[in-house]
């Protein structure tokens, strides 16, 4: 856990105005840290209390390596003062923020939150305010940027340090706009506190991530966390499709903008022409419609195009520019990624893993084939186990040529949770079990003809496999492309009758 970078000294007084202080007077600081093991003389140091530890057990520790203070929950028995808060793990995303300078003060501050969605609306987001002529910074699943520097995620969450790290690049690179991805797991863990939202979307709540939170409520109750976030006037854009998020708007403190396909909603559309290539649908806001013609498709394309274009006309945005952002966003790595290799059939990849986020892809693939659906999916190793039939009958369901294959199965036996995976099917005899993934991907593309497609799901745009403790090279597009390519060459070169030479 890194320590946060300095920028500004700050007193802890007016970061926290309720806190209590064990001593008089003021405590000012300019860096702080919540491993003791980076604590440095002069930091402060924040004991957490997270699911893997109790910081407050470290505290002793964070004092002889220097730290002047600890900012913790409960009074402790050591020589040095202390500020008490309610939650050391908001506290902390204040403090860092504060630090920062505040940054989402200076730059209109946009965060994606829900369960599908996120990262290709950020996408959208950026795009729309790039062709509003601004410069926009951007923190996604897929990298990061300042709008000067991109550099790829580290981990799939960012922590609460980075997130405060990057807001102050961005401000210090001159963005007028930071469009930040919020998962559960961020707004759980408190990791996104002290960010200052001028728009938030929540994109949808499906079941798939209900096992991460214990239970429905509390996935709920997470996601809620998003709109805490908010400015005074800052709004609130949800999905009037998805009851889940439909019944927020009831609570919700701050002004809101639905959208939707089906539901009657500020903002909606109607799909005109649907290809493999590309989709073109109706947007109505108000009194405005546009067509929009874009390279991605599946309706809940459309639904992410809605919800950016609902934040860009909340910040003024003129139409037309928010059309062309998001008919410049030709894909999103990894997010049903159409791959071209000059073959006669449609080849897909997609990060879709759970029950509920493959049925939407395979659904959107199918929208647009001709032939036969051919799909390769799996499971990861850990999560929740009773989800994998749940995907076997998915694939029962929605795919001419189910083919079942390893997805990061670490220690696990991949045939053990390929057998888990046909406990969903009612007729296991359909499903091809290929466990080595390059294999599986390879024998989906021979077996695919003309007017077929092939979905490739689970992993995305995310390298490596895990295997035992060891990760090998994989990525499923190169994989792919690699074998379309040889496949095409083998063509080019074979015997053909030809009457003039």
Not at 142 to 161: H, N
Not at 187 to 202: K, N, V
Not at 370 to 395: F, N, Q, T
Request: hydrophobic residues 40%; contains cysteine.
């Amino acid at each position: 856990m890194a320590r946060s970078t300095s920028r500004c000294a700050v007193s802890l007084r007016d970061v926290f105005p309720r806190a209590q202080f064990t001593r008089p007077g003021d405590l000012r600081i300019s860096k702080c840290s919540a491993d003791w093991r980076d604590c440095a003389p002069g930091d402060l140091f924040i004991a957490e209390t997270t699911a893997d530890g109790d910081g407050h057990e470290q505290a002793s520790q964070a004092l002889a390596r220097g730290a002047i203070g600890v900012l913790g929950e409960r009074l402790l028995p050591v020589e040095a003062p202390q500020i008490l808060v309610r939650d050391t793990r908001q506290a902390h995303g204040q403090l860092v923020q504060a630090l920062a300078g505040n940054p989402c003060r200076r730059m209109r501050t946009i965060g994606v939150g829900g369960t599908a969605g996120k990262t290709v609306t950020a996408m959208l987001l950026a795009a729309i305010f790039e062709q509003a002529g601004q410069n926009v910074g951007v923190m996604s699943s897929v990298g990061y940027s300042d709008s000067l520097v991109q550099t790829a995620p580290q981990e799939a969450t960012p922590s609460t340090d980075q997130f405060a790290d990057w807001l102050a690049r961005m401000n210090t690179a001159g963005c007028d706009t930071a469009v930040v991805e919020l998962s559960s797991r961020a707004l759980a863990e408190r990791r996104a506190a002290g960010i200052e939202l001028d728009a938030a979307i929540l994109t949808n709540i499906r079941r798939d991530q209900y096992q991460r939170h214990n239970t429905p409520s509390g996935y709920l109750r997470t996601n809620r966390r998003l709109f805490s976030l908010l400015k005074p006037g800052g709004v609130a854009v949800l999905s009037a499709d998805d009851h889940r998020s439909r019944n927020l708007l009831p609570k919700l403190k701050s002004p809101a903008l639905t959208f939707g396909l089906h539901a009657e909603a500020d903002l909606s559309a109607e799909v005109l022409e649907r290809h493999r290539s590309e989709q073109t649908f109706l947007l109505c806001a108000g009194e405005e419609t546009a067509v929009v013609r874009t390279r991605m498709i599946g309706d809940y394309h459309v639904a992410n195009c809605l919800a950016a274009t609902a934040v860009g006309l909340a910040a003024g945005v003129d139409l037309g520019k928010i059309v062309r952002g998001l008919e410049a966003i030709e894909h999103v790595p990894g997010r049903l990624e159409r791959l071209e290799c000059g073959q006669e059939f449609g080849v897909f990849v997609d990060a879709a893993a759970m029950p509920e986020s493959l049925a939407l892809s395979m659904q959107a693939v199918r929208r647009v084939t001709e032939g036969r659906l051919i799909v390769v999916a799996g499971a990861p190793a850990g999560g929740d186990k009773a989800v994998r039939p749940l995907v076997g009958r998915v694939l029962e369901r929605g795919a001419h040529l189910p083919i079942l294959t390893s997805n990061d199965p670490g220690r696990e036996e991949p045939l053990a949770i390929a057998h888990e995976l046909l406990d969903g099917f009612d007729r296991p005899h359909r499903a091809h079990v290929l466990p080595d993934r390059a294999a599986a991907i390879r024998f989906a593309l021979s077996e695919a003809r003309a007017g077929d497609s092939v979905l490739i799901a689970g992993k995305g745009d995310r390298s490596g496999q895990l295997v035992g403790q060891q990760r090998v090279a994989h990525d499923d597009r190169e994989i792919a492309c690699q074998w379309l390519y040889a496949r095409g060459e083998v063509e080019l070169a074979r015997p053909r009758l030809r009457i003039f030479r």
